[in-house]
């Protein structure tokens, strides 16, 4: 009222500057997507996220064994594998989140003191895996410099957490790398795990 002036400038901005910004992953608009729009898709969202990525494994793991008959019947069993890779893909996207989660109560207990605390930052998490979709078009585009590709995927998508989880709890650049870093421990040890017990991650 003091001002006379909007506090969220993108109120009055286009929906696809608002995207281009979010993308650009600057704070503010993570903020208004976050707490001044009604996107209600965070599910949806993740769980196509993990499709995406059950489909990357699924398809990596198609080439490494070609060399089968393509008559034999057993080719109607490999699509068992797609539903392993995103039982697998879910597995360490829990256990990623999980160590987020531990990571910032243990730190900031007064952070997380509600259901409604906790229901923000996995619904900020999730929307901020979008990047996750860029899988497909790099699985598609398929070139010499596709792991390249991935790695970028990989690291964009960590910047956008990073970004939602300091714009949600109104923390430092530091404490959400901090929490990213232990996740990241933790969904590299359910890796670990899942190839001790000898199963292809």
């Known amino acids: 009222k003091s001002c006379q002036k909007p506090v969220d400038k993108y109120i009055e901005y286009d929906p696809v500057i608002i995207l281009i910004n979010a993308v650009l992953c600057k704070a503010q608009a993570y903020r208004h997507i976050l707490f001044n729009t009604k996107i209600n898709i965070h599910g949806k969202l993740g769980i196509f996220c993990l499709l995406c990525e059950a489909y990357l494994r699924w398809l990596q793991l198609q080439d490494s064994s070609q060399n089968t008959d393509p008559d034999d019947l057993i080719r109607y069993a490999k699509e ?24 910032l109560w243990w730190m900031r207990p007064e952070m997380l003191k509600t259901k409604s605390d906790f229901i923000l930052l996995l619904k900020a998490l999730l929307l901020s895996s979008y990047g996750k979709l860029l899988l497909i078009p790099a699985v598609i585009w398929e070139h010499d410099y596709t792991p390249l590709c991935l790695a970028f995927i990989k690291v964009f998508v960590l910047i956008s957490n990073s970004q939602a989880i300091r714009v949600t709890l109104n923390l430092n650049r530091m404490l959400p790398w901090l929490a990213i870093i232990f996740g990241l421990i933790l969904e590299n040890g359910v890796v670990c795990l899942f190839q001790k017990m000898g199963w292809d991650v």
């Not at 068992?80 to 987020?100: H, V």
Request: glycine letters at 8%; proline letters at 0%.
């Open 80 to 103: 068992w594998d797609f539903y392993r890779m995103f039982g697998i893909a879910s597995l360490e996207q829990t256990s990623f989140l999980l160590g987020i989660f531990l990571t």
